[in-house]
């Protein structure tokens, strides 16, 4: 039997064959640290559950909410981006409450694109940043994940050979997964660009508050003329480890809100009113919780970057997010990233995410997580040393080592 239209047009999900031998693994007993998942293991914190529990106790609470979030959650949106990057939202023209940033970002393609429409998407990226897209109908052509020369000659390409020409190009930055940064000179670059070929940008900003270096990323919407052109996507679920709650925002360009809240109105009812009262206490509330949960990331990425080294595998110390994107060593480079994470899960009981599962250019890389604690990342790291340590000896009949140096 053939497969759906829409579902024919989405690869296999390349990270469910690690996660099955992941699960497997852990049935026979075996200790997995799980560095795969960008799962965030902190609690939420507590005055925001509490405030959710009391909310929730309320008998007024319990109907369909707002599809495009409740007027106190969306002030305080915009009041957090007053705050952060001195940026003025209209809270009613400007700012939609999401269920997650990816479903906001999903709709935002739904709402926008028409069949055979191009768009500009880094590679490797987020998966859903090329799929939301794709399962609009619209078709993809990749650009450089990284915010270099290169990004822009390739913007340029796309518009002179792409008929019809691109109507929108995605950014990321903090990049998952690549953790690549980008300033405001490069936002101020990307926002002429797209003023001058009439291009909508899309940028993902969901991990604007994980950075190491006392640098904050900026928003594209500092830049003067982006709210012609541009609209933004932040997240809870890394800034305030609310992930299951799925709760997110879209900001900025008010035709493009409108059309996203258009299309929501069809599809939900907003998220459960009490996870978006505490949603705004989060907001309004004290912000002491996102500086603790900074430096618990920065101390897992300093003992990672330190221990996996003494370890024999050098980890680009990342900058900004809860990941590190790290090349595949070289002896195994050969087999991919999913054969390699595999590999990493039977041998040495490690579990990455396949960087080929972020686009075809991030086969020779794997993405790790921050979302083990120090001593589970230690113990990753002893685990990786005796398996590297072995390889040359225990893999002969599974990885062709000597051709794979070559």
């Known amino acids: 039997m053939s497969e759906f239209h829409s579902v024919r047009r989405l690869p296999q999900y390349v990270f469910e064959q690690v996660n099955r031998l992941k699960a497997s693994a852990r049935a026979a007993g075996a200790d997995i640290v799980d560095l795969g998942m960008g799962n965030p293991d902190l ?21 369909y909410s707002a599809s495009r979030g409740i007027n106190g959650l969306r002030k305080a949106q915009a009041g957090y981006y007053a705050r952060r990057f001195g940026v003025k939202l209209d809270p009613n023209t400007q700012i939609v409450a999401t269920i997650g940033s990816k479903e906001g970002f999903a709709n935002m393609a739904q709402a926008i694109t028409a069949p055979g429409d191009v768009v ?18 619209g078709v993809i052509r990749s650009v450089p994940s990284e915010p270099g020369p290169e990004f822009f000659r390739a913007m340029e390409r796309a518009v002179m050979h792409s008929i019809p020409k691109p109507i929108a190009v995605v950014l990321c930055y903090p990049s998952n997964p690549t953790a690549h940064v980008a300033d405001l000179d490069f936002y101020r670059d990307v926002v002429s660009f797209a003023r001058k070929h009439d291009i909508f940008v899309l940028s993902d900003l969901a991990y604007a508050e994980i950075y190491f270096d006392d640098v904050p990323p900026p928003s594209i919407l500092q830049v003067p003329g982006a709210m012609d052109v541009a609209v933004e996507f932040t997240s809870m679920s890394k800034t305030y480890s609310m992930a299951g709650w799925r709760m997110g925002f879209a900001v900025g360009n008010e035709r493009l809100i409108a059309a996203l809240a258009r ?9 459960y009113t009490p996870i978006q009262v505490a949603a705004t206490a989060a907001l309004n509330g004290p912000q002491e ?4 949960m900074r430096q618990t990331y920065k101390r897992r990425r300093d003992v990672m970057v330190d221990s996996f080294g003494r370890a024999g595998w050098v980890i680009p110390p990342p900058r900004a997010s809860m990941f590190a994107w790290v090349p595949i060593p070289e002896p195994f480079r050969a087999l991919g990233s999913v054969e390699f994470a595999k590999l990493l899960i039977e041998k040495a009981d490690v579990a990455v995410a396949p960087g080929i599962g972020f686009g075809e250019h991030g086969d020779d890389h794997v993405r790790i997580a921050l979302v083990e604690n120090e001593q589970r990342i230690r113990q990753a790291a002893r685990n990786i040393r005796r398996f590297l340590e072995t390889a040359d000896k225990t893999l002969h009949n599974v990885v062709p080592i000597s051709s794979a140096r070559r």
Do not use: Q
Not at 289 to 292: L, T, Y
């Open 120 to 137: 500009l998407c880094p590679n490797p990226s987020y998966p859903i940043h090329a799929f939301g897209f794709l399962m609009a109908g």
């Open 263 to 271: 299309v929501k109105s069809y599809l939900d009812y907003g998220a």
């Open 289 to 292: 919780c996102i500086e603790e």
């Open 43 to 63: 609690p939420t914190p507590k005055h925001i559950v509490e405030k959710l529990a009391e909310t929730a106790a309320r008998e007024d609470v319990h109907g």
